[in-house]
């Protein structure tokens, strides 16, 4: 097994960024998900799930944590990381609530153009990030702005399975994985607790439950109308009423991830 494909993306529900290789750390692979759109009055989280245009917008993260935004017909615009101290703002991710940093006027400007709607983009700093959802992982592990965990895997197997049921190609970023591992069967990874890629060691933690996202084409952000691969998954994926497809992880330690890396199973 090897891992096959390195994906991040630096704004939470954006296009993402296929990677070669990409450092690794606490809070999952580098520049992942700092950054999020949130309603400027009540700071609640933005994503696809109810404004699929979101998958038009680029944001490319630079390598001093900036971020570069770029939508069709717009200008690009870039953006400074704020001060982990400063304009604080109060933000709700699921059923988390803290505060964060937030990016200024002009981001929010060019941003509530593109959506239509009044946003604020905000930065979340190692500092200010949060635990992960309690009963899972360890009391040092924790996430940015993903919804629940740091890292995403899903095996290729199992995307080719998945593919052959819905008769039709399915891109694997619609599923937002992070780590893509090739060489094992169909969802193989989910009897897997532990793993090594490279030299880096890795806990599996739970399932990765779906949602509308996944029916959403992230090349045009048009829904598909028959609601796959959502209403196949539900054949064959469903669990107490969760429909499952992928797996959370926690890296222990930091390092660097290479696509071409072996991957072993180590419990």
């Not at 944001?59 to 939508?71: F, I, Q, S």
């Not at 399975?161 to 694997?172: A, K, S, T, Y």
Request: glycine share 10%; charged share 25%; hydrophobic share 40%.
């Amino acid at each position: 097994m090897q891992l096959s494909a390195l994906y991040r993306y630096p704004l939470k529900s954006a296009r993402g960024q296929a990677l070669q290789s990409s450092s690794l750390g606490l809070l999952g692979l580098d520049g992942d998900r700092r950054w999020m759109l949130v309603e400027r009055d009540n700071g609640r989280f933005l994503t696809q799930r109810a404004y699929p245009q979101m998958s038009q917008l680029t944001a490319l993260y630079g390598v001093d944590g900036e971020l570069t935004l770029e939508a069709p017909g717009r200008p690009a615009l870039k953006v400074a990381v704020p001060q982990a101290d400063s304009d604080l703002r109060g933000v709700t991710i699921w059923r988390d609530t803290f505060r964060v940093p937030d990016a200024g006027d002009v981001a929010a400007q060019w941003l509530s153009e593109f959506i239509g709607k009044d946003v604020r983009l905000v930065h979340v700093p190692e500092e200010r990030s949060r635990f992960l959802p309690g009963g899972y992982g360890e009391v040092n592990d924790r996430v940015a702005f993903a919804d629940g965990f740091p890292l995403l895997l899903i095996g290729q197997g199992s995307l080719d399975d998945l593919v052959q049921r819905v008769g039709r190609p399915l891109e694997m970023q619609r599923f937002r994985p992070n780590l893509v591992v090739e060489g094992a069967e169909a969802f193989a990874e989910d009897g897997w607790k532990r793993i090594r890629i490279g030299e880096m060691e890795f806990r599996v933690l739970k399932p990765c439950e779906r949602c509308i996202m996944t029916t959403i084409d992230p090349q045009t952000g048009e829904r598909s109308a028959d609601r796959e691969p959502l209403t196949t998954l539900k054949t064959y994926r469903q669990k107490e009423g969760d429909v499952l497809f992928g797996q959370n992880l926690v890296a222990d330690g930091s390092g660097v991830l290479e696509v071409g890396m072996p991957v072993t199973v180590l419990e």
